[in-house]
């Protein structure tokens, strides 16, 4: 047996244990009673904090589509029909990428394009496409043979796609080097992965994989009084957070009921969708400007010290009405990565290159790198405000009052530097 596929089989152990993230049959805590589709628009409480009407009006998500590599989608869905492309089962098992055993992956697709129509999830960029790529968990592989090394071929396969975004609301403890290979080559391919931190904080808090890798945009989550979940991974490999605490997904096999749970998974599908908001309104720009806007419109409160990054919620939490309605963001360079302070991935930059080719460029920090003169951690106090704006949400989403983020754990804040590649 080779030592790549003792690799792969240890990373793909850490999907399916309590020790992992984001399991495909799993990801979500909390789970509440089910709901019932009428009520399920109803139970989108971010959609109303984001003020989604007001950003319909001028973008979708129109042509941008977002890779969702998870445990497969079901087109089939009245919420999902017309909005789900040809996809690829990485996983090579019986079935094929339409056949979602767990409700997870199509749940992530629904809560980025759902339509909403029979009742459905109403998703955050329904002008966008999916394309599923379906990868396999530990009962999956337990039960058949499977691709030992789809999570790997999947990425790739999502960087050569047509998608501008890939969403994974998966992940592991393990760290695998022809994985984070696979993230490269995406980043170099031009295209935005974000990654689930993961729902163990409160049992060990492990560092998350693909998430903590420096070419991944990791996303944590939060609810909607503005506090990061107690259950969110947290770490200096954080970059965004974003609602997913008391959100709707499947709970059945059946693909027919809804439960309200909390998780990092729901949180990576908000900021994918975000993402493909931003990007629509602007098709012209690159990944790194895209990424660069989030991370400046992103909600934080006043007192967060500029050029710091929180260990829980990294840039802040995604807002992309700040942007679309009110222009809070600028793209700056287009071939410099706000991730990696790289030029990688742009216009002019090495898209599709070897990994290896990208190349630093020290004088200009990445915008998710504190300043140079910066050194050590720094603490802000948080206070407890709940005012809003036009954008509807707490005021942790603007930073115009004096309160500023209240967290799960207690009432301070960390903030780091964020390394770079």
């Known amino acids: 047996m080779t030592a790549r596929t003792n690799e792969a089989r240890a990373v793909r152990r850490g999907l399916g244990t309590v020790a992992a993230l984001v399991a495909l049959t799993a990801g979500l805590v909390g789970t509440a009673p089910a709901a019932h589709a009428a009520d399920v628009r109803s139970r989108q409480w971010y959609l109303d904090a984001m003020n989604a009407e007001e950003i319909w009006k001028t973008s979708t998500g129109k042509g941008i589509t977002v890779a969702v590599i998870d445990s497969g989608v079901d087109p089939s869905r009245p919420s999902l029909k017309g909005q789900v492309l040809k996809g690829w089962d990485a996983a090579e098992a019986k079935g094929d990428e339409t056949d979602d055993r767990s409700g997870h992956g199509t749940t992530m697709a629904e809560l980025i394009v759902g339509t909403g129509a029979g009742g459905g999830i109403q998703g955050l960029a329904p002008g966008a496409k999916v394309i599923p790529y379906r990868i396999s968990d530990t009962k999956m592989q337990n039960e058949q043979k499977v691709n ?8 790739k396969a999502a960087a050569d796609s047509e998608a501008q975004i890939i969403n994974m609301s998966v992940g592991g403890v393990h760290y695998s080097t022809a994985i984070r290979d696979a993230v490269k080559y995406a980043q170099q391919k031009g295209k935005l992965l974000f990654a689930a931190t993961g729902n163990t904080a409160k049992d ?28 969110s991974n947290h770490g200096d490999y954080v970059d965004l957070s974003a609602p997913g605490s008391d959100i709707p997904g499947y709970c059945d096999k059946s693909l027919t009921r809804y439960c309200d749970a909390g998780g990092t998974s729901n949180a990576s599908a908000i900021a994918s969708a975000s993402a493909a908001l931003i990007w629509s309104k602007n098709p012209d720009w690159t990944a790194n400007q895209v990424l660069r806007v989030m991370f400046e419109s992103a909600g934080r409160g006043e007192d967060w010290k500029e050029g710091t990054v ?64 910066t050194s050590g951690d720094d603490t802000v106090v948080a206070g407890s405000g709940a005012e809003s704006d036009d954008s509807g949400l707490p005021v942790w989403a603007i930073g115009a009052a004096a309160a500023v983020v209240v967290l799960a754990g207690g009432a301070f804040a960390v903030v780091r530097k964020r390394r770079s590649a």
Do not use: C, W
């Not at 060990?204 to 909607?224: H, I, M, Q």
């Not at 790289?342 to 998710?368: L, N, Q, Y």
């Open 310 to 373: 929180s260990n829980y919620l990294g840039h802040g939490i995604v807002r992309p009405g700040a942007h679309i309605n009110r222009g809070v963001g600028a793209p700056g360079d287009p071939d410099m990565s706000p991730l990696t302070n790289t030029r990688v991935g742009g216009k002019e930059g090495t898209a599709g290159g070897d990994a290896s080719s990208a190349t630093p460029d020290p004088s200009a920090p990445a915008s998710s790198q504190a300043p140079a003169d």
């Open 148 to 155: 030992a090394f789809d999570m790997e071929e999947a990425i």
């Open 204 to 231: 060990g808090n492990p560092k998350g994989y693909p998430a903590a890798y420096p070419e991944a945009v990791a996303v944590a989550a939060s609810g909607k009084d503005g506090k990061i979940g107690d259950y």
